[in-house]
């Protein structure tokens, strides 16, 4: 006879637990089991049939996986909670005694002291995993660099973050990682790539900042305390690889301060970037001269991107830039510096300007305002907008667009890829091209109509045809061209068409009507974009 299965011991039943038995298991508090999930990365589960999974229970109840909450029971940060409820315990003790000076000696020689390193590495076992799960880390950790220092933020938390994103952001303009930018409503997009890895965060405006009140700032400071670990392994390894000393000398007031590569460095990663050029083009050649099959085209487009990556890290080389003081600095410098362009600023905006701003050198200054005094003939004048377009389009624009006080081009977001069937507006080139070749086709279409006309005409007067009797056959012509008949091929397709439609079953037919419908609503709004974009145009002229 089969053993009888015990009601509970299999199933969903044993493979999930609710947060209070969890807590009992763990004999801990729920503000220290919320601190030990984020920190370990467990998050509740949803089970199929909650009924089940709580033992026939229908009360709300949140649930976890029960492997979770046992491996919980092994972590060594658990020892250190239970340690530091001791300590504050004994220390509230002495504290209401009026014993200041005992107090002070256990809170310098007794305090609990904890390190988050094991768990980095248990949550990432490679470098690439962590650089995978950097977006939000890096944003969290410039949206606390921003906030004022408080009774909830303490001051050396805002001073860790700010030195963590200066050895960042430096790493990736000595290294010439950045690929995109997006100026936004929320703060300044960046994408840089590290090691075949896309890294995508958002740096807010300097604005001053409130402390929101209706934010569980507890639970945001957790997150934010393994963050902090983990940008500091990240940052070591970048800065270990490309042979500089970590932590780097950052001077945070000046921006990015960090000392220059050394020589051996800068020429090993340039002879690098050459060799792979070079190995593709011959690998790109050879495969020309043979049939042209998907390698190489796969093979011609790693090439293409190779070039544009270069390109781009040299976008700004040939360009000595001054900011005028009203222009983000913090943004603009970065920007420069990691396309491979020298920069330079008012003094009342930073210590330590590299060149003032008579230097001879300038080529471009960037202002901000609606006429700029006193110009230099020998510089172009641009909006801030320039270099973020300049960045994304990976070529020099025309400054003319962005002339200070100019209505600018449209700023369009490089992070959306366009599909079948979407609106893509015109890129600020191919507008201006756009523009002059239909300009060009339009004019040359009038002049062919002209001359043909008027040839028609000189013709049947020669022939002795009344102007009444010459423009009825025009007429019919048109009235032919508009009413055409449908070849055999389209027929044909049509009619396989509909009967495919005939032979659909009702929930296919159901399914294939709601798509028409969504791809209908689509050109429709694709088709009203297009007008207003035509009447933008005819309004410009």
Known sequence: MAKIQ????????????????????????????????????????????KKKANKGSTAPATFYYTKDIQYLLHEPLL????????????????????????????????????????????????????????????????????????????????KNCQRLIAEFQAYVAKSKSLRKVFFSIKGIYYQAEIKGQTITWVVPYQFSQETPSDVDFRVMLTFLEFYTTLMGFINFRLYTELNINYPPKLDLEAGLG???????????????????????????????????????????KIQEHSQ???????????????????????????????????????????????????????????????????????????????????INARKLLRPSLYEPGATLPPHLSPFVEAKEGDYVPEG????????????????????EDEEAVYERELKAEAEGVTFSEYQKPEEEKKKTTKGKKRTAAE??????????????????????????????????EVAKLERKKKALKKAKK
């Open 428 to 447: 600020i080139e191919e507008e201006g091209e756009d523009n002059e070749e239909e300009a060009e086709e339009q004019v040359e279409a009038e002049a």
């Open 308 to 390: 544009e990556v270069s390109s781009l890290k040299t976008l700004f080389s040939k360009c000595v830039f001054f900011l005028s003081r009203e222009t983000p600095r913090y943004a603009l410098e970065f920007m420069i510096r990691s396309c491979g362009g020298e920069v330079s600023w008012d003094a009342t905006v930073g210590a330590n300007p590299p060149y003032p701003e008579s230097d001879e050198r300038i080529t471009h200054q960037i202002s901000d305002r609606p006429k700029v005094p006193n110009r230099v003939l020998s510089r172009t004048y641009v909006q801030p907008q320039w270099i973020a377009d300049c």
């Open 6 to 49: 015990k009601k509970g011991k299999k199933g969903n039943a044993a493979n999930f637990i609710t947060r209070q038995q969890a807590l009992k298991k763990l004999q801990v508090s729920l503000a220290d089991f919320r601190r030990l999930c984020i920190l370990k990365g467990i998050y509740p589960r949803e089970p199929r049939n």
């Open 258 to 300: 960090l000392d220059a590569l050394p020589e051996s460095v800068k020429n090993e990663e340039d002879t690098t970037a050459e060799t792979t050029l070079d190995e593709f083009k011959a690998v790109g050649a050879a495969a020309e001269e043979e049939e042209e099959s998907e390698d190489v085209a796969t093979l011609r």
């Open 491 to 524: 027929a044909e397709e049509a009619e396989l068409k509909e009967m495919a439609h005939v032979m659909m079953s009702n929930k296919q037919r159901k399914l294939y009507q709601k798509m028409k419908y969504s791809n209908q609503q689509k050109a429709d």
């Open 79 to 158: 020892d250190k909670f239970r340690e530091y409820k001791t300590f504050a315990r004994k220390l509230n003790k002495v504290l209401h005694k009026g014993e200041y000076s005992t107090a002070k000696s256990l809170d310098e020689n007794h305090r609990p002291i904890y390190t988050l390193d094991h768990i980095v590495k248990e949550r990432y076992p490679s470098f690439v995993d962590a650089l995978r799960d950097m977006d939000d880390a890096i944003s969290m950790l410039y949206l606390f660099s921003k906030m004022p220092a408080d009774n909830k933020i303490k001051a050396n938390v805002v």
